[in-house]
């Protein structure tokens, strides 16, 4: 099993920039599939980005040319870059972890864009 936290989440303007960190803990971070997940007040939870232990990467329609998925499996983290933010971004953002059968969750992080 991993333990995941997620950061960096906040209050920005449409259009603006910002940058969430998952750090996880607990297993092989190298072999798992690595995702971020959002839910926005009233909606079901949507995947947003997906990162396979190949560095192989998946984007949300809504989402593509804007956010970008990386890790460092070294310092065990997964960053989700989002740039160009709109208000319908605003959401709580989830880390996630995946490998057969199991997932694995972070307790989220709200992001809220608006001026």
């Known amino acids: 099993q991993v333990q995941l936290v997620e950061s960096g989440g906040g209050l920005v303007q449409p259009g603006g920039s910002l940058r969430l960190s998952c750090a996880a803990s607990?297993?092989?971070?190298?072999?798992?599939?690595m995702n971020w997940y959002r839910q926005a007040p009233g909606k079901q939870r949507e995947l947003v980005a997906t990162?396979?232990?190949?560095?192989?990467?998946n984007y949300a329609d809504s989402v593509k040319g804007r956010f970008t998925i990386s890790r460092d499996n070294a310092k065990n983290m997964v960053y989700l870059q989002m740039n160009s933010l709109k208000p319908e971004d605003t959401a709580v953002y989830y880390c996630?972890?995946?490998?057969?059968?199991?997932?694995?969750w972070g307790p989220g992080t709200q992001v809220t864009v608006s001026s």
């Open positions: 607990g297993s092989i971070f190298a072999i798992y599939t």
């Open positions: 996630n972890a995946a490998r057969g059968a199991y997932n694995g």
């Open positions: 990162i396979t232990n190949l560095r192989n990467t």
